[in-house]
């Protein structure tokens, strides 16, 4: 990674992490879903340097988020971290498969909401549940893609704001 690269990754990183343990404070529409606003960061770095600098701000979304709520090695953080990673690993071939010309911000954050929820479905039934969950996927998921839906808006009316990304 070259100068500029690192620091927009830190900058990022660190607003994805100061948007998500601000989220963890806030009254949840449903208690078992949040916006996600720090993925924002990821799905703009995602398109200013790529998958690999996406990556590095997602992890230094959790590892700095998880630090601040303490979050970090419990059950639930590491599900949703995981989770996080299965959405990274789905948005960056989104934007790969597709080309950032066919699908913007809005439908690489739904797909990447989806992955988020099918995976997080299965690692708590799996792991913590210890029974499939799958029936109460809908009331989870949905909003999640929903949120996602949200999280790809609030990306797509900052990116033409960010000069780094118009000079790319």
Known sequence: MNTGTIVRVSILGAMAAALTV???ML???VPWVRLGLGH???LVSLWSDGSGPALAVLLLKIIVAGLV???LFEPAGLLSAMAGVAAWMTMSG???AIGRNL???VGVSASGALAFGLVQVWLFGTFLVHEPLWNWGVLIIVPGIAAGVV???LAATVMPRL???RDH
């Open 94 to 96: 989104v934007h790969a």
């Open 103 to 105: 699908v913007g911000p």
């Open 69 to 71: 709520t303490g979050l």
């Open 27 to 29: 009254p949840r529409p």
């Open 40 to 42: 924002a960061a990821v």
């Open 22 to 24: 601000v989220e963890t």
């Open 151 to 153: 999280t790809g808006l």
């Open 163 to 165: 000069h780094w990304i």
